[in-house]
């Protein structure tokens, strides 16, 4: 049975979207940026901010939690539904992403409303994910005086900077994460229209490749022709790793037939595509060859050169060069070992190598598998309820091709827990990237489900819950 005053409390949410619009948008003038020294200041202000404004909507145990070396983590909770009821942990962050100010239409940190759309940095990464559990706990206490569930909140103050400490606040402050099931909300869904519930990571191994040949550089006019060039043997080398479209030719996985189905009904289209990634007139989108655009982009792994040491305009020589080096950046599928992949990587980087030049490769920098969840049971069926009735269509399950630490960590530390993520992200936010933006219609129904959602777990049971 639904709580009964589920549509009371969602009226309130309703009316009430101007004020919790107005509140997102004081907290997104605060430039908190975690990775700027200059603006650990604006991550202290919003934080305290944060926490006064939860005491005063009647939560408990506010608390702006420290260590050493950390940016703070903003903690709050509401436990008096009682020991048979669930908690449910809901986290987000309040950090944001620096701003590139030229390449921005108005002020990042002014909230801009033009047309459907909130433009801010942080107005959807992810300040109006956690401030729409606020409209719908809000409503809660004053449409009830109560919550369906206990709940508690945990805001990070690091998220943009990978949530270097976030483990160590779990470690310091346990009973602060202690929860029967999680809401994760910093994700994307598919389009306004669709709600996404994020399912699968990628993993993130980078390898350092380098050829190497000559003892010295040596002149092209008096050489070439006869000794080996290491640039054209890295570049050969690394076009060995990719197929004619430039996609990863080594590593792929098998997915699941039903899920390869499912896939090709993401609403990932041409459009879609061409618009997110800015792709220029007259180039398209990489052929799907069979396989759908959501598969390519979260389930398969892909390579990307992020650095080498290839010659520039600016050192140009008449001249062989003694050695060259590529960083490649590969993204692992999600339930690929990094190590897995490395050893496919080495063998075809090393095996025969052109010219005969010396070719070594190396792990560089971090490493990070990726994350593959299977939502099932009565918590995820409490998350299809609450969206049909918000949005009128169950979420779909989407991946993200990268790789998002805190997600990772939650993984590791409660993957035994029905872990939701969902958000208020969709394929025009540019999260990130300049004229970030909030679809006001998204929040207004994750505020909805959200008062749906905190009744339909708390009607769950604390048992019932993980089912
Ligand atoms: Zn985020």
Redesign the pocket.
């Known amino acids: 049975m639904p709580h009964p005053a589920v549509p009371a409390t969602a009226a309130r949410a309703s009316a009430q979207m101007g004020e919790t619009l107005d509140l997102l948008a004081d907290y997104l003038a605060i430039p908190a940026i975690s990775c700027e020294a200059e603006h650990h200041a604006d991550v202290r202000l919003l934080a305290a901010r944060i926490r006064d404004d939860l005491e005063k909507l009647g939560l408990s145990a506010c608390e702006v939690l420290e260590l050493d070396g950390a940016l703070p983590i903003v903690v709050a909770e509401w436990m008096k539904a009682g020991a048979d009821k669930p908690t449910v942990l809901i986290y987000g962050?309040l950090d944001l992403?620096p701003v590139e100010i030229e390449h921005w239409n108005s002020d990042p940190h002014v909230p801009t409303r033009r047309g459907d759309r909130l433009y801010a940095r942080g107005s959807a990464?992810?300040m109006g994910?956690w401030v729409s559990h606020m409209g719908a706990i809000r409503a809660w206490l004053e449409e009830t005086g109560e919550l369906p569930c206990n709940v508690r909140l945990v805001i990070e103050g690091e998220?943009?900077i990978g949530s270097p400490n976030l483990e160590r606040f779990m470690d310091a402050y346990p009973k602060a994460f202690e929860a029967d099931v999680m809401v994760l909300t910093?994700c994307e869904n598919p389009s306004v229209d669709v709600p996404g519930l994020t399912v699968s990571l990628r993993g993130l191994l980078e390898v350092e490749l380098t050829c190497e040949a000559l003892g010295a550089d040596v002149h092209s006019g008096l050489w070439g022709g006869m000794v080996p060039d290491v640039s054209i043997a890295l570049i050969r080398l690394i076009a060995r790793l990719t197929d004619e479209d430039g996609r990863m030719a080594v590593g792929r996985v098998d997915v699941p037939q039903t899920w390869r189905k499912a896939a090709w009904d993401v609403p990932l289209d041409e459009a879609t595509i061409r618009d997110g990634a800015h792709i220029v007139e007259g180039v398209d989108p990489l052929p799907a060859r069979d396989i759908p655009p959501a598969e390519w982009l979260w389930r398969q792994p892909s390579i990307t050169v992020v650095a080498t040491t290839l010659p520039t305009a600016a050192n140009k020589k008449n001249a062989l060069r003694r050695t060259a080096s590529a960083t490649l950046s590969i993204r692992l599928a999600p339930d690929q070992s990094a190590e897995a992949m490395f050893a496919v990587v080495k063998e075809a980087l090393t095996a025969s190598p052109p010219a005969g030049v010396k070719v070594s490769v190396a792990q560089a920098g971090w490493a990070g598998e990726g994350w593959l969840y299977e939502p099932s049971g009565p918590a995820f069926d409490a998350v299809d309820r609450a969206y049909e009735a918000t949005w009128g269509t169950r979420p779909v399950q989407v991946g993200v091709g990268g790789s998002?630490p805190f997600v990772a960590l939650f993984g590791k530390r409660f993957g035994d827990l029905p872990l939701i993520l969902n958000?208020v992200m969709d394929p025009r936010t540019t999260?990130h990237g300049p004229n970030e933006s909030l679809h006001v219609g998204i929040f207004a129904k994750a505020v909805a489900a959200n008062v749906h959602l905190l009744a339909e777990l708390g009607a769950l049971g604390k048992t019932g819950v993980k089912g």
């Open positions: 962050h992403q990464d992810d994910g998220e943009e910093d998002i958000g999260a």
